[in-house]
């Protein structure tokens, strides 16, 4: 096995993701088989219970873990599904030990960060590397270097690298570039520092990724190298790219990949990178443009909703097309903001705050017939907005937006009732999804059993299923034991009204868009004057 360890230094939010999935992208194009583990150093056991603003997305596999944003990018990027166990947390960590601890298994020890943690986080990471098949495992290391976080964590790559031999691992170092306004020069006293602190731990680094608005000009790479004890062609430039998806392209260009495999002793097998290519020459070089609005209620974070943003690219790479998202706060929202828009996208979110306006939203789409795609939450408003606004209920809810809901189209999962605690305990992950023949969906999806991820408490109250479907609104999609997945319009004259209580953001890929995103879109085109 072979381990590649990305840090981070400087500051936080440089990218460290991206410059993992990149480098697993490289490596997976050469023909290694690759996999990633992400160390995350805060006190939480997964990112649940983060609220969007702080942390933003939270990511679900298909093994139902809620992880960090980063996980959206790795398998997008690598285009494998990873699971739970690919992310190690502080609070992960110290709840083993401690249940270690109690249950004798150091009877007799004094249980110390050394070696009982780092033990443990060492354990983590080499459990999953092996039972990965991989051939080489990236670790990201999220916070900074110095952060006191994460320095059992730092620790525990220190003894790692010493045990497995510095052949097999590699440390990639990702550090901020800044340009000084005044001067308009690149400096790297930031990166020598990070790199110091860095070392003064017991790791030197073998490739540092520099951040930067421009390309790192010539002199800079030398003083890198020369004040890092690093080779200048290791010193990789990471410019600002216009998309994430053109980093590995830089990277490429630079020989980060010969240098990894050189470095890790490996022999590539072929070069492939051609998808990719195409991918990205059909998102750069769009032959039209359309607009479609996004109504929620983190808009002010758009990372909040970055799988919506990506599954966007993704359908509009396939269609040729540039996709601008007009962010509109669901608390602010009024009719008139929709009116220079070719769609509207309501997504998933929790809590009263926001639905009055996400329902207005969703009925303006309904009525002048502009092609909506609902999710989760949006689903169960759709859900709310037909019973309230064609069947004549008009205190139609659900009981998580008004517990007196009166009727209470959506209501609790039955296995939420006695539920008392919040993290983790939602429906979550994959199951399949039976799609009814001769619908829309049918026709998205070309099959009539797909898996989507969920993550949600509450759904369509069975007792008004049949009531809806009378009315216009078809249940196209369900789950095998019946609950509701999919709802669309059962009218000709709506040219796109689908919404779905699953997320299918989670699993749109750049080179295979999700076919509800790509349906949307088209219906999108179909809607904009020529």
Same mark, same amino acid.
């Given at each position: 096995?072979?381990?590649?360890?990305?840090?981070?230094?400087?500051?936080?939010?440089?990218?460290?993701?991206?410059?993992?999935?990149?480098?697993?992208?490289?490596?997976?194009? !050469?023909?290694? @088989?690759?996999?990633?583990? @992400?160390?995350?150093?805060?006190?939480?056991? /997964?990112?649940?219970?983060?609220?969007?603003?702080?942390?933003?997305?939270?990511?679900?596999? /298909? =093994?139902?873990?809620?992880?960090?944003?980063?996980?959206?990018?790795?398998?997008?990027?690598?285009?494998?599904?990873?699971?739970?166990?690919?992310?190690?947390?502080?609070?992960?960590?110290?709840?083993?030990?401690?249940?270690?601890?109690?249950?004798?298994?150091?009877?007799?020890?004094?249980?110390?960060?050394?070696?009982?943690?780092?033990?443990?986080?060492? *354990?983590?990471?080499?459990?999953? %590397?092996?039972?990965?098949? +991989?051939?080489?495992?990236?670790?990201?290391?999220?916070?900074?270097?110095?952060?006191?976080?994460?320095?059992?964590?730092?620790?525990?790559?220190?003894?790692?690298?010493?045990?497995?031999?510095?052949?097999?691992? %590699?440390?990639?170092?990702?550090?901020?570039?800044?340009?000084?306004?005044?001067?308009?020069?690149?400096?790297?006293?930031?990166?020598?520092?990070?790199? *110091?602190?860095?070392?003064?731990?017991?790791?030197?680094?073998?490739?540092?990724?520099? *951040?930067? $608005?421009?390309?790192?000009?010539?002199?800079?790479?030398?003083?890198?190298?020369?004040?890092?004890?690093?080779?200048?062609?290791?010193?990789?430039?990471?410019? #600002?790219?216009?998309?994430?998806?053109?980093?590995?392209?830089?990277?490429?260009?630079?020989?980060?990949?010969?240098?990894?495999?050189?470095?890790?002793?490996?022999?590539? !097998?072929?070069?492939?990178?051609?998808?990719?290519?195409?991918?990205?020459?059909?998102?750069?070089?769009p032959q039209r443009e359309v607009t479609v609005a996004?109504?929620?209620?983190? #808009? $002010?974070?758009?990372?909040?909703?970055?799988?919506?943003?990506? %599954?966007?690219?993704?359908?509009?790479? $396939?269609?040729?097309?540039?996709?601008?998202?007009?962010?509109?706060?669901?608390?602010?929202?009024? &009719?008139?903001?929709?009116? /220079?828009?070719?769609?509207?996208?309501?997504?998933?979110?929790?809590?009263?705050?926001?639905? @009055?306006?996400?329902?207005?939203?969703?009925?303006?789409? !309904?009525?002048?017939?502009?092609?909506?795609?609902?999710?989760?939450?949006?689903?169960?408003? %759709?859900?709310?907005?037909?019973?309230?606004?064609?069947?004549g209920y008009k205190r139609a809810n659900s009981t998580?937006?008004?517990?007196?809901?009166?009727?209470?189209?959506? =209501?609790?999962? &039955?296995?939420?009732?006695?539920?008392?605690? @919040?993290?983790? #305990?939602?429906?979550?992950?994959?199951?399949?999804?039976?799609?009814?023949?001769?619908?829309?969906?049918?026709?998205?999806?070309?099959?009539?059993?797909?898996? $989507?991820?969920?993550?949600?408490?509450?759904?369509?109250?069975?007792?008004?299923?049949?009531?809806?479907? +009378?009315?216009?609104?078809?249940?196209?999609?369900?789950s095998p034991d019946g609950r509701m997945e999919i709802?669309?319009?059962?009218?000709?004259?709506?040219?796109?009204?689908?919404?779905?209580?699953?997320?299918?953001?989670?699993?749109?890929?750049? #080179?295979?868009?999700?076919?509800?995103?790509?349906?949307?879109?088209?219906?999108?085109?179909?809607?904009? &004057?020529?």
């Amino acid at each position: 096995m072979k381990y590649v360890f990305v840090t981070g230094g400087v500051l936080s939010g440089l990218g460290k993701g991206i410059t993992t999935s990149s480098i697993g992208l490289l490596l997976k194009s !050469r023909g290694i @088989k690759v996999t990633v583990i @992400k160390i995350d150093p805060y006190l939480n056991c /997964d990112a649940g219970t983060m609220n969007p603003y702080q942390h933003g997305e939270v990511f679900v596999l /298909d =093994d139902g873990s809620e992880l960090d944003l980063d996980f959206g990018n790795y398998e997008r990027f690598l285009d494998i599904n990873l699971t739970g166990d690919h992310n190690i947390t502080t609070g992960k960590v110290y709840l083993k030990v401690i249940e270690r601890e109690r249950r004798g298994d150091y009877l007799g020890q004094t249980v110390q960060i050394i070696p009982h943690v780092t033990d443990e986080i060492k *354990r983590s990471i080499t459990t999953v %590397a092996e039972r990965s098949g +991989a051939e080489v495992t990236i670790v990201e290391l999220g916070g900074t270097v110095g952060d006191i976080e994460s320095m059992p964590f730092l620790e525990a790559v220190r003894q790692l690298l010493l045990e497995r031999g510095r052949e097999d691992c %590699a440390v990639v170092h990702t550090t901020l570039i800044p340009i000084l306004g005044p001067v308009g020069e690149q400096k790297t006293k930031p990166t020598q520092h990070s790199v *110091r602190e860095l070392r003064a731990i017991g790791i030197q680094p073998d490739i540092i990724v520099g *951040r930067s $608005e421009e390309p790192l000009k010539e002199h800079i790479k030398e003083k890198i190298a020369l004040f890092c004890n690093v080779p200048k062609r290791a010193v990789i430039s990471a410019p #600002t790219a216009r998309l994430a998806y053109q980093v590995p392209l830089f990277f490429a260009e630079q020989g980060l990949a010969e240098l990894l495999l050189e470095r890790l002793s490996l022999e590539p !097998r072929g070069e492939d990178l051609t998808a990719w290519r195409a991918f990205l020459d059909h998102a750069l070089h769009p032959q039209r443009e359309v607009t479609v609005a996004l109504v929620g209620k983190y #808009t $002010e974070l758009t990372d909040s909703y970055l799988s919506y943003t990506e %599954a966007l690219i993704h359908a509009g790479a $396939e269609l040729r097309t540039a996709v601008n998202i007009k962010w509109i706060e669901a608390e602010d929202f009024s &009719p008139d903001l929709l009116e /220079d828009v070719a769609g509207v996208i309501v997504p998933g979110g929790f809590g009263e705050r926001g639905a @009055k306006g996400k329902l207005q939203a969703i009925r303006f789409a !309904r009525e002048r017939r502009l092609p909506f795609l609902g999710i989760c939450f949006g689903f169960q408003l %759709a859900v709310v907005e037909f019973a309230r606004n064609v069947l004549g209920y008009k205190r139609a809810n659900s009981t998580e937006v008004d517990p007196q809901a009166n009727p209470a189209v959506i =209501d609790l999962l &039955p296995e939420q009732r006695t539920v008392q605690e @919040k993290g983790g #305990t939602m429906r979550l992950g994959a199951s399949p999804v039976l799609i009814t023949p001769g619908s829309l969906a049918h026709k998205l999806y070309g099959q009539e059993e797909v898996s $989507e991820r969920h993550r949600h408490r509450y759904e369509v109250n069975p007792e008004f299923v049949q009531e809806l479907e +009378a009315g216009g609104l078809r249940f196209s999609g369900r789950s095998p034991d019946g609950r509701m997945e999919i709802g669309e319009l059962a009218v000709a004259d709506h040219p796109f009204f689908i919404a779905s209580q699953f997320h299918p953001e989670f699993k749109s890929r750049p #080179t295979r868009p999700h076919p509800l995103f790509l349906g949307f879109l088209k219906a999108c085109l179909a809607r904009e &004057p020529s």
